[in-house]
C-alpha cells in the first residue's frame, strides 16, 4: 500500500530518477539541483511513498490563470497548477496517479493542468475527477504532438 505526503529536500533524487525513468528530455526537463530547489521551495507538492521509498510525485505551485493559452473567463483567478505528476514504471497501475490526484482535489478548490494530447490515461484520471478540457493546441511540442490544458473547480 502507498502513502502520499508533503515532499522534502531528501526526495529530490529518487523524484528525478522517477521522472527521467518515465520520460526523454533532450537535455533533461529537470536536473537533479532543480529538484532540490522544488522539493525545498515548493510546499504544495507531494510525493507517494511505497515501504518509505518514494514511488512518485506530484510538483506544483499555486499561480495566476492569466494566460493566452487559457479561455479569459478563467483569467485573474488563482488556481493550483501541477507541473509534473509522475509514478515509476515499476508502480504504475496501482492507482498511485490517481490518488495523487484525488489529493489535490481534497486539498485545492481550482486546479488547471495541461497534459499531452495522446495521454489517454492521464486524461481518463482527470475525466473522471471532474475536470473539463477548456482548450485543445495542435502542434505544441516537438515531437508534433498537441496539449489539452484542463481545468477543476471544486
Given amino acids: 500500500?502507498?502513502?502520499?505526503?508533503?515532499?522534502?529536500?531528501?526526495?529530490?533524487?529518487?523524484?528525478?530518477?522517477?521522472?527521467?525513468?518515465?520520460?526523454?528530455?533532450?537535455?533533461?526537463l529537470y536536473?537533479?539541483?532543480a529538484m532540490k530547489f522544488i522539493s525545498k521551495f515548493l510546499t504544495?507538492?507531494?510525493?507517494?511513498?511505497?515501504?518509505?521509498k518514494v514511488v512518485g510525485h506530484v510538483i506544483g505551485l499555486i499561480q495566476n490563470l492569466k494566460d493566452p493559452n487559457i479561455p479569459e473567463e478563467y483569467h485573474n483567478l488563482i488556481a493550483y497548477n501541477p507541473l509534473d505528476n509522475c509514478v515509476?514504471?515499476?508502480?504504475?497501475?496501482?492507482?498511485?496517479?490517481?490518488a495523487l490526484t484525488t489529493?489535490?482535489?481534497?486539498?485545492?478548490?481550482m486546479i488547471k493542468t495541461q497534459i499531452h494530447a495522446d495521454n489517454?490515461?492521464?486524461?481518463?484520471?482527470?475525466?473522471?475527477r471532474d475536470f473539463k478540457i477548456v482548450r485543445e493546441i495542435p502542434n505544441f511540442y516537438k515531437d508534433g504532438?498537441?496539449?489539452?490544458?484542463?481545468?477543476?473547480e471544486g
Avoid at 526526495?11 to 518515465?22: G, K
Avoid at 504544495?44 to 518509505?52: K, Q
Wanted: charge should be negative.
Fill in 1 to 28: 500500500m502507498f502513502k502520499i505526503r508533503h515532499i522534502t529536500p531528501e526526495d529530490a533524487e529518487a523524484c528525478f530518477i522517477t521522472q527521467h525513468a518515465n520520460h526523454y528530455h533532450e537535455g533533461g
Fill in 31 to 33: 536536473s537533479e539541483n
Fill in 44 to 52: 504544495d507538492s507531494w510525493v507517494a511513498t511505497v515501504d518509505d
Fill in 88 to 98: 515509476h514504471p515499476d508502480y504504475r497501475m496501482n492507482g498511485i496517479s490517481g
Fill in 103 to 109: 489529493h489535490l482535489c481534497e486539498s485545492y478548490p
Fill in 120 to 128: 489517454t490515461a492521464a486524461e481518463h484520471i482527470l475525466l473522471t
Fill in 145 to 152: 504532438g498537441g496539449t489539452k490544458i484542463l481545468i477543476r
